[in-house]
Each structure stands twice: as C-alpha cells, then as structure tokens.
C-alpha cells in the first residue's frame, strides 16, 4: 500500500470505530432494563440486537476471511442483560472486522465468499448496524423510553461529526 491508500484505510477504519463508538455510547445511555425492551411482541429485544449485530460480524469475516476468524457464538440472538459483557463483545467483533479488512486490503486479497472488496464489508456492517440502531431506538420509543436528542445527538451524531480527534 502507498502512504495514499494507507490514509484513505486509517480513515475508513477510524469511521468503523466510530460506529462501534456510538454503539457503546447508546448502551451505556440505557437503563438495565431497557435491553429487554422490544418493539412488538415478536421482536428481539433490545439486548438480543446488540449480540445478533456481534455475531454476524464475526459470521461475515468467517465466511470471507476465515484467516481472520475467530470463534462465532453458538447463539445468534442471545438474552444478554450485562452491559459489560455486550460491550466487551462488540468491542472484539469491531477488531476482528477491523483486522480483516485491513489484512485483506494490505494482502491484495479478495474476499472468499460475498464481497467484490474487502470495503464492501466494512459498509455492509455500517449499513447493517444503523439498521439495528434505528430499531433501538424505535423500540424505546414506542416503550415510552425515548431517548432525548440531547442524550442520542452526543452519543451518535457528535461522533461522526468530530473534526478535531478520533473516537
């Protein structure tokens, strides 16, 4: 990699790590049970997205960059109600997603099953994420615990948006 292609990946994987970022700082901002808050009756609770979005991290690098790989919860959409634990969990799948993007960028190397490039991924994960941070937040709300804009605009909008340091 040129020093170019260098700077463009730190900030691709600076704004992965903002992303996982803002996905701390809403799990810190929720009461203890909030995580079993759910949209409707057959919706997962709020909780269960925060481990379905760690496993399918670690799923999508098993399948395209299994030299990355680690090992993939037994679970998809486990009833987890310890915030530390699911912030120590989504802290590792946002490193093992990091990692294998950056080995597959700096190797050249073509992602082994979905992806035409290893970006790809990183996207696919940005995109699904929001989509589970939206459902989040929808569920509180409809629960009466909507989150105040201006507890959510420090937790989310803020990090994208920092121009002076890394998140």
């Known amino acids: 990699m040129d020093s170019a292609d260098r700077r463009l990946l730190d900030q691709l994987l600076d704004s992965w790590h903002r992303n996982n970022t803002i996905h701390l700082g809403m799990l810190r901002a929720l009461a203890p049970d909030d995580l079993d808050v759910r949209a409707t009756a057959g919706s997962p609770t709020i909780g269960e997205m925060f481990t379905h979005i ?8 098993q399948e395209d960059a ?6 993939v919860p037994a679970q998809e ?15 590792e799948s ?9 080995r597959k960028l700096e190797q050249q190397g073509e992602m082994d099953l979905h992806y ?15 989509y589970h941070h939206g459902q989040m937040k ?5 629960a009466g615990r909507q989150m105040s804009n201006q507890v959510a605009g420090p937790l989310s ?10 998140a």
């Open 77 to 91: 959409w486990q009833a987890e109600r310890d915030p530390s634990r699911i912030a120590a969990m989504l802290g």
């Open 116 to 130: 035409d490039h290893p970006i790809l991924l990183l996207q696919h994960m940005l995109w699904h994420e929001g």
């Open 66 to 71: 299994p030299e990355s790989a680690v090992d």
């Open 157 to 166: 909008w803020r990090v994208w948006m920092n121009k002076t340091g890394r």
């Open 94 to 102: 946002a490193r093992v997603v990091a990692d294998a993007v950056k």
């Open 54 to 61: 760690h496993y399918v991290r670690l799923v999508f690098v």
């Open 138 to 142: 929808l569920a509180l709300k409809l």
